[in-house]
């Protein structure tokens, strides 16, 4: 009996609804990506390689990787990398995936460094999860970093993609909760605070698509059961790390951006939310007086 040839095309054929059976939304998208990442080509060579046959690697790694998606677990796992703001961050199960909206974080930061006079500027990055806030904004502009965040796992891949991204850059990385993470050898205040923290609700979760829920951080998603858990505790202590003159950017979670406005509406300064290219409230900017 011949034996039975697989090929890029034929595999296609036959992982899309194979997929798309499994509830993946964008199943001929994720099949390529996964044929492109099993060969080592760009995703478009593909199609330039239809009718080239399979050796049994090949066919294993693929089969492997379809029954990975399959089973709900994130494309970016599977391949091990997230594209954001121009670059491939390093992700793997235990990181949160870095979302293409919290990008206005880093534009915003350096819209302000591109403005201020700040001599040598001190940026603090709270839940800095894969580091792609502060790297993406350290790549851009010189500034020092500081990253926090309570997974132990999640520090270790932004020592990585600090390495292999940014190995010119000054990084100080440190386990632990918001401002409690830091050493008392760190800076007392900060010129920029960013942080996208925690936000979706307890009352949420049963809204969340499988592979958020059952395969990303809960520590770096869920926030108590309205969901502002997280947005209190920073608030405590904000103000007073932040030098004077200096800026926090906080990202929203739209719905409850009102909500989340009002926790911080005491703190001295002046308050704008910027919003995401939907219209919806994304960021919401502090900027502290000259002089505290």
């Given amino acids: 009996m011949k034996k039975e040839v697989w090929t890029p095309l ?13 509830g993946i939304k964008t199943a001929r998208l994720d099949a390529e990506c996964l044929i492109a990442f099993a060969l080592g080509i760009d995703r478009l060579k593909v199609y330039l390689q239809f009718d080239r046959p399979l050796n049994a690697s090949e066919l ?47 534009e915003t930061a350096l819209q302000y460094l591109k403005k201020s006079n700040w001599i040598s500027p001190k940026l603090l990055d709270l839940g800095t999860g894969s580091g792609c806030i502060a790297i ?12 926090v965040d309570c997974s132990q796992k999640a520090l270790d891949i932004a020592v990585e993609n600090a390495a292999t991204l ?24 900060y010129n920029i ?27 770096a998603l869920f926030a108590g059961e309205d969901g502002l858990k997280a947005y209190r505790e920073i608030c405590v202590n904000l103000y007073h790390r932040l030098t004077p003159g200096g800026i926090a950017l906080l990202e929203l979670h739209s719905i409850q ?8 509406e005491d703190i001295p300064g002046a308050q704008k939310v910027i919003p995401d290219l939907q219209g919806l ?12």
Avoid: C
């Avoid at 936000?199 to 809960?218: C, G, Q, R, T, V």
């Avoid at 919401?284 to 007086?289: M, R």
């Fill in 281 to 292: 409230p994304r960021v919401l900017i502090l900027e502290t007086p000259t002089i505290h």
């Fill in 193 to 219: 605070i960013v942080t996208n923290p925690p936000y979706i609700s307890n009352l949420e979760k049963a809204e969340l698509d499988h592979e958020i829920s059952l395969f990303e951080p809960e520590e």
């Fill in 10 to 22: 034929k595999i296609l054929q036959w992982s899309v609804p194979y997929l798309t059976q499994k």
């Fill in 166 to 189: 940014h190995p010119e850059g000054s990084y100080h990385w440190r386990p632990g909760n918001w401002f409690d993470a830091l050493t008392p050898d760190d800076p007392p205040k």
């Fill in 257 to 264: 951006a009102q909500k989340i406005v009002k926790i911080f």
């Fill in 60 to 106: 294993d790694r693929l089969r492997s990787f379809m029954k990975r998606r399959a089973n709900r677990e994130p494309l970016q796992y599977i391949v091990g990398y997230r594209e954001f703001y121009g670059h491939n961050f390093h992700v793997e199960p235990g990181v949160l995936i870095p979302r293409h909206e919290t990008e206005h974080l880093v």
């Fill in 136 to 147: 993406s904004i350290a790549k851009e502009w010189k500034v020092e970093v500081w990253g």
